[in-house]
């Protein structure tokens, strides 16, 4: 017995049941409305009429918004489904969920009744026999000859299980295709998906350059700092100075990250431009790398939505210095060159970095510069060096920047 009950699907077979019962209840609501309306106005309605106005109004329980709602949640509760919730009324996949659903939930409650019935059989058996009516007058023996309404029961109530089971699951199957989203709500999904992996992209990637190149020089000039404590103080406390203020600027961008993630106002304190290069290059020479620094040209000419790219695009160039090659000396030029602003990171390469590939720094760099319309370019120039170059546009708005970051952030479909 213990092996039968664990075979059958009792739990989805209840939950079938009740939605099946739902079902029924609603049609017999619809129908008994229909059925009253027609009677009132046209007295001698005939039986097909009746019939067609029943179905009629089983389907429009479908039309309304609140149709399609209802059916969602009732589906999700009891059938197991994970629709989500519903954004436009789909009225007439709904008004065919709407007449499958009743038809069903009436076709259960009548197996529901036969079982009852069948179980109703042995009782009569075991009182001595007697007639029982159910489609038709039948006639229970007593004794041994009656034995077989044990079996009908039995198989009566495996067969509504099965039955409760079966169509809830065949039921699951038809509320997806008719309450599931339709293929607008579907892209609008998607839309909405790619937004947000293009913010987060933007996030990944504006942290990484931050954050990243912020804990980079940190290691260094904590260790130039520790070297240098007791011959020559000065220098440390220059380092640790350092650090403090480039500890600001980093929790500055983590400030900014999160606000985004909570969709708040940006905060008052601007993200670094061009015009930071100073404070930027002074961390890396604290971190032990000397920077040979050459601007060309009028740097206010470029646009702030394109300077603050820049910046992050040398920052990474100098942190790839700062990791890959300690103590190197690392060549910066910044060149406003006609309509073009000219960025060159180079560096010689240590022995110990002379492994190849790109990590996310560089990626995120390469993609700041195609975002914008410029090229870059990044690897060895000779055995010996490692060269970061890049073009970019001087003039480009503040919106078109920021529309063309998240749309080059989406993933592609």
Known sequence: MRRLTRALPLRAACHGWAHALLGALAGMSATAVATAVLALAWPHTPAPVF?????????????????????????????????????????????????????????LMTATLLAGVALVLPLVWLAGGGGVTIVVDARVSGGPDGAWTLFVAVLGVVALVAASAGGARLLGRLAVALLGPSLAER?????????????????????????????????????????VFDSDPEAARRAMSSIEGGSRAA???????????????????ARPTLADLAELVGRVVQGGNEVDVAID???????????????????????????????????LKVTVYGSELILHVGNEIAAASQEGGRGRGLIGATERVRLLGGTASAGPEDPNRWVLRATLPLKVSQSEADRDRDAGSRPRR
């Open 187 to 227: 892209l609008a999904a998607a839309e909405v998906e790619a937004d947000r992996a293009a913010v987060r992209n933007r996030l990944a990637r504006d942290l990484h350059d931050s954050i990243g190149h912020a804990l980079t020089s940190f290691t260094f000039q904590a260790a130039v700092a520790n070297q």
């Open 251 to 269: 929790l500055d961008d983590l400030d900014r990250a999160l606000g985004v993630l909570r969709e708040e106002p940006e905060p008052a304190t």
């Open 51 to 107: 019939a067609l106005a029943a179905f009629a109004a089983v389907a429009l329980l479908g039309v309304p918004r609140a149709g399609r709602s209802v059916s969602v949640r009732s589906a999700n509760a009891l059938l197991r489904t994970a629709l989500p919730r519903p954004e436009t009324p789909r009225r007439f996949a709904t008004a065919v969920w709407a007449v499958a659903w009743t038809l069903w939930g009436g076709a």
């Open 297 to 331: 040209g009028d740097l206010d000419a470029v646009t702030p939505a394109v300077s603050r790219e820049a910046f992050r695009i040398v920052q990474e160039g100098l942190t790839n210095a700062l990791r890959h090659a300690p103590g190197a000396r690392v060549e």
